[in-house]
């Protein structure tokens, strides 16, 4: 299964399908942040509480990151080696923005998730919050969330990705579908609704969290 184009289009499906999963979850729970620092802050205690299950997700994410990665660089490149030479004038009339920038997007979603690692687990983009703990001694990572995204830049960053990842799952949710076979006239119509349903949705969540900070909607009892 692997070693054939369709098979590979199968498994990048699987691990889209999983990765997907874990981007709603995980928005879900950082929308907290609306619930002020005790909703939050006793969240991310419970989290690290289940250390067991924290380091099988992580490790199973890491597995369909890479596996995702790989898949969609082999598919690119096996797709502009069956075309070695371009068309002289080449004008797309079918294909979109969002599939013709499937690789670029992709590696901008890599490239942000660096950068989110080193913001929030590992705390090397700002360490002076790293150590913070909230009045019930928690680690305060309401704290840090606010006076993370109180920056421009870093706000900027994160809606930017974010813009990217819609842009990505525009073309990847409906295309999953189709590489595991879902995909039926009857059902075609709900499966182009959730390609953008689920994309505007994701987005809007995940940009309204440090849009709110930035502007001072959100984090306001936060001093500093």
Do not use: C
Not at 43 to 61: E, F, N, P, S
Not at 96 to 103: C, N, P, Q
């Amino acid at each position: 299964m692997f070693r054939s184009s369709i098979g590979r289009k199968a498994l990048m499906a699987v691990t889209g399908f999983g990765l997907l999963g874990y981007v709603i979850v995980h928005m879900i729970g950082n929308l907290q942040v609306y619930q002020g620092p005790d909703a939050l802050n006793a969240y991310a205690k419970m989290l690290k509480g289940m250390a067991t299950l924290l380091w099988g997700a992580r490790l199973t994410l890491l597995v369909l990151f890479a596996a995702h990665v790989y898949l969609g660089v082999a598919l690119y490149r096996e797709n502009r080696a069956a075309r070695p030479i371009g068309y002289v004038r080449f004008q797309y009339e079918q294909a979109s923005v969002a599939t013709r920038t499937m690789l670029l997007s992709g590696l901008v979603i890599l490239a942000f998730v660096i950068f989110h690692l080193l913001h929030f687990t590992f705390a090397a983009v700002q360490p002076e919050y790293a150590e913070w703990k909230d009045p019930a001694g928690r680690p305060d990572v309401y704290a840090m969330v606010v006076h993370g995204f109180r920056n421009p830049v870093i706000t900027t960053s994160y809606v930017v990705a974010q813009l990217f990842l819609g842009l990505h799952l525009y073309h990847a949710v409906p295309s999953m579908f189709q590489s595991v076979g879902l995909k039926h006239p009857r059902y075609n119509p709900l499966i182009r609704t959730l390609g953008v349903v689920i994309p505007l949705v994701i987005v809007a969540g995940n940009v309204s969290m440090p849009l709110s900070i930035l502007f001072g909607i959100v984090g306001t009892s936060v001093g500093g």
